[in-house]
């Protein structure tokens, strides 16, 4: 039987054995444990442990310095070592690299010798008698419950050559539940994100999912155009990952996307959006804790496996409503002149006197619409990052401030920037989930609600 080594193992080997000029070696240990229900009825559940790694190797030559990243499974030495040899042997074929600069040096984590932290199904242990006491009352009142729950504990150790030996541990956790009706003519969804399930009520979803379903009693059918809408949280946490992910500064110096400066150069230092709007990531954010450290596993417009091991802060990428930061590396920042601001993995949304909930937002509201979560967004012009995406799983009709039905899917046209500069209320900022990219790719957000007095239905969906 073959003994896995540990993570710090893995990345000493790897080092060892590397026969580069430098190397970084970034090991992930990954746990998760999940939940899946369909038709009230639990279907599957499980635990899954791997680990990762990626090995990153510099050749100095006379042209500069060439780069190979190599990733894959690997939970033994030899496993490590195969990694290493391709990884030597790319950056001996590859071209010298634009980006390079000296590596991140002697940088050490207090905990880089502690082992990998796991979840395990025990996370679960107060959700899932809730859940199935879920699925009893739905039944019971006629409503069918689908859903999926999950938890991941990653601990990642970023080892190199110059002396980084950073460890951080990333706790992951998400759930959504879809309720439908008898005659499955009706959907609701609610969603959220979370470290530990934590205070995760399963009755409390149920009962979400049964309210929202009882406004679809009624329903109203619409024409496309401009709506008086309300965005809820997810929904504004959907659009302003997409504003985030466009943000890097290269493709804005180079005119290609919707921060460059009109003549050329970007548009750090002009207003964006309304007085009062701030939109920042930071590490050490409450409830968003992320890694305080870069980890790049090959480089692009907006990474550098250069940069590996940069400390990273709160960065504010809109200030007052002016463009102040976008993703940086240290190569693009030597272009743009403006300070080393790479990405973080969370995002948050504030504006200035922003307060209450979705329902006062709605209490507010003459007439007009509130969504649930946007779904299928795509971007069609970068120049203004319009983008474009359906409505799913509840549109609700607001008159004289109260919910009166449900109202048919429509297919929107908007640019999360331009909403940022047209909203007439905001709510308070809470903990959001993006339906759209939340379980796969970015989880960690926090954003209000907004109402935006014309948003754009460009045609109805028939989806239901």
Same mark, same amino acid.
């Given at each position: 039987?073959?003994?896995?080594?540990?993570?710090?193992?893995?990345?000493?080997q790897?080092?060892?054995?590397?026969?580069?000029?430098?190397?970084v070696?970034?090991?992930?240990?990954?746990?998760?444990?999940n939940?899946?229900?369909?038709?009230?009825?639990l279907?599957?559940?499980?635990?899954?442990?791997?680990?990762?790694?990626?090995?990153?190797?510099?050749?100095?030559?006379?042209?500069?310095?060439?780069?190979?990243?190599?990733?894959?499974?690997?939970?033994?030495?030899?496993?490590?070592?195969?990694?290493?040899?391709?990884?030597?042997?790319?950056?001996?074929?590859?071209?010298?690299a634009?980006?390079?600069?000296?590596?991140?040096r002697?940088?050490?984590?207090?905990?880089?010798?502690?082992?990998?932290?796991?979840?395990d199904i025990?996370?679960?242990?107060a959700?899932?008698?809730?859940?199935?006491?879920?699925?009893?009352?739905?039944?019971s009142?006629?409503?069918?419950?689908?859903g999926?729950?999950n938890?991941?504990?990653?601990?990642?150790?970023?080892?190199?050559?110059?002396?980084?030996?950073?460890?951080?541990?990333?706790?992951t956790?998400?759930?959504?539940?879809?309720?439908?009706?008898?005659?499955?003519?009706?959907?609701?969804?609610?969603?959220?994100?979370?470290?530990?399930?934590?205070?995760?009520?399963a009755?409390?979803?149920?009962?979400?999912?049964e309210?929202?379903?009882?406004?679809?009693s009624?329903?109203?059918?619409?024409?496309?155009?401009?709506?008086?809408? %309300?965005?809820?949280?997810?929904?504004?946490?959907?659009?302003?990952?997409?504003?985030?992910w466009?943000?890097?500064?290269?493709?804005?110096?180079?005119?290609?996307?919707?921060?460059?400066r009109?003549?050329?150069?970007?548009? %750090?230092?002009?207003?964006?959006a309304?007085?009062?709007v701030?939109l920042?990531?930071?590490?050490?954010?409450?409830?968003?804790?992320?890694?305080?450290f870069?980890?790049?596993?090959?480089?692009?417009?907006?990474?550098?496996v250069?940069?590996?091991g940069?400390?990273?802060?709160?960065?504010?990428? %809109?200030?007052?409503?002016?463009l102040?930061?976008?993703l940086?590396?240290?190569?693009?920042?030597?272009?743009?002149?403006?300070?080393?601001?790479?990405?973080?993995?969370?995002?948050?949304l504030?504006?200035?006197?922003?307060?209450?909930?979705?329902?006062?937002?709605?209490?507010?509201?003459?007439r007009?619409l509130?969504l649930?979560c946007?779904?299928y967004?795509r971007?069609?012009?970068?120049?203004?990052l319009?983008?474009?995406?359906?409505?799913?799983?509840?549109?609700?009709?607001?008159?004289?401030?109260? %919910?009166?039905?449900?109202?048919?899917?429509?297919r929107?046209?908007?640019?999360?920037?331009?909403?940022?500069?047209?909203?007439?209320?905001?709510?308070?900022?809470?903990?959001?989930?993006?339906?759209?990219?939340?379980?796969?790719?970015?989880?960690?957000?926090?954003?209000?609600a907004?109402?935006?007095p014309?948003?754009?239905?460009?045609?109805v969906?028939?989806?239901?």
């Amino acid at each position: 039987m073959t003994t896995l080594a540990t993570p710090q193992s893995l990345v000493e080997q790897a080092l060892a054995v590397s026969v580069a000029d430098e190397c970084v070696v970034i090991v992930h240990d990954r746990t998760s444990a999940n939940l899946r229900w369909a038709n009230n009825t639990l279907t599957t559940n499980g635990v899954m442990h791997g680990i990762s790694a990626t090995v990153i190797s510099f050749v100095r030559t006379g042209e500069g310095t060439g780069t190979g990243s190599v990733s894959g499974s690997a939970s033994t030495q030899a496993q490590v070592t195969a990694l290493v040899e391709k990884a030597d042997a790319a950056a001996r074929a590859s071209s010298a690299a634009e980006d390079a600069a000296d590596l991140v040096r002697d940088v050490a984590s207090p905990d880089w010798d502690d082992a990998p932290v796991p979840t395990d199904i025990h996370v679960y242990d107060a959700f899932a008698p809730e859940l199935g006491e879920a699925f009893r009352r739905a039944g019971s009142a006629e409503r069918v419950l689908y859903g999926f729950v999950n938890h991941e504990m990653t601990t990642t150790y970023l080892g190199s050559t110059t002396g980084l030996r950073l460890r951080h541990v990333q706790p992951t956790g998400h759930y959504a539940c879809t309720g439908k009706n008898a005659a499955l003519t009706e959907s609701a969804w609610v969603g959220g994100a979370t470290r530990d399930f934590a205070g995760v009520d399963a009755l409390a979803l149920d009962a979400e999912l049964e309210r929202r379903l009882a406004w679809g009693s009624r329903r109203v059918d619409l024409p496309a155009g401009r709506y008086d809408t %309300i965005l809820p949280p997810t929904a504004v946490a959907d659009l302003m990952i997409d504003a985030y992910w466009s943000a890097g500064a290269r493709v804005a110096w180079e005119g290609q996307s919707v921060y460059s400066r009109r003549g050329g150069g970007t548009r %750090i230092g002009q207003r964006l959006a309304s007085p009062g709007v701030h939109l920042y990531s930071d590490p050490s954010y409450a409830g968003l804790e992320c890694a305080p450290f870069t980890v790049a596993a090959s480089s692009g417009n907006e990474s550098s496996v250069f940069d590996n091991g940069l400390p990273l802060s709160r960065t504010d990428w %809109i200030r007052d409503g002016e463009l102040t930061s976008l993703l940086q590396t240290r190569h693009s920042a030597a272009m743009t002149q403006q300070p080393v601001t790479p990405g973080v993995d969370n995002l948050v949304l504030d504006v200035d006197g922003g307060a209450g909930s979705v329902e006062d937002l709605v209490a507010g509201t003459e007439r007009g619409l509130l969504l649930t979560c946007l779904w299928y967004i795509r971007e069609v012009d970068p120049q203004s990052l319009l983008l474009t995406g359906l409505t799913r799983d509840g549109v609700y009709l607001v008159e004289d401030g109260e %919910i009166t039905g449900s109202v048919n899917n429509f297919r929107f046209n908007e640019s999360p920037v331009d909403l940022l500069g047209r909203f007439s209320h905001a709510s308070a900022t809470v903990p959001s989930f993006s339906r759209e990219w939340g379980d796969d790719y970015f989880s960690r957000t926090a954003t209000p609600a907004l109402r935006v007095p014309d948003f754009n239905m460009s045609s109805v969906s028939q989806a239901t």
